[in-house]
C-alpha cells in the first residue's frame, strides 16, 4: 500500500494560484494511476484529476478544466496539482488518491489525509 502525504493547501483569494504536492511511498508508484479529489462542506467527493501511469495522459472533472493542472515527477515520487484563477467554490479538502492499476480507468484506492484549501471572494 502506498502513503501518501498532501501538501501546498492554504488560504488565497480569488482569482490566486496554489499548487499543491502529494509525496508517495510505500509502493511502486511511477507504474500507478494517481489523482486528486476533493470534498467541499456539506458536500460529496468531487473527483478533480488524474494522471495516466502509462504515459501521463490526464483527464479533469468539468469545472477544472482549463484551470487546473496535474502533473507527476517519477523520480521524485510526487504528483502535483496546479490550480489556476481559484475561486471561493473551490474551497475544499483535496485528497491526493492512487490507482489500483495504471490506466486512467483504474479505481483509487488509496487515500491520502487530505490538505484545506480555502478561497476568499
Known amino acids: 500500500q502506498a502513503q501518501l502525504v498532501e501538501s501546498g493547501g492554504g488560504l488565497v483569494q480569488a482569482g490566486d494560484s496554489l499548487r499543491l504536492s502529494c509525496a508517495a511511498s510505500?509502493?511502486?508508484?511511477?507504474?500507478?494511476?494517481m489523482g486528486w479529489y476533493r470534498q467541499a462542506p456539506g458536500k460529496g467527493r468531487e473527483f478533480v484529476a488524474a494522471i495516466s501511469g502509462i504515459d501521463s495522459s490526464t483527464r479533469y472533472g468539468e469545472s477544472m478544466k482549463g484551470r487546473f493542472a496535474i502533473s507527476r515527477d517519477n523520480a521524485k515520487n510526487t504528483v502535483y496539482l496546479q490550480m489556476n484563477s481559484l475561486k471561493p467554490e473551490d474551497t475544499a479538502v483535496y485528497y491526493c488518491?492512487?490507482?489500483?492499476?495504471?490506466?486512467?480507468?483504474?479505481?483509487?484506492?488509496?487515500w491520502g489525509q487530505g490538505t484545506q484549501v480555502t478561497v476568499s471572494s
Open positions: 510505500g509502493r511502486t508508484f511511477s507504474s500507478r494511476a
Open positions: 488518491v492512487a490507482g489500483s492499476g495504471r490506466s486512467l480507468l483504474s479505481s483509487f484506492d488509496t
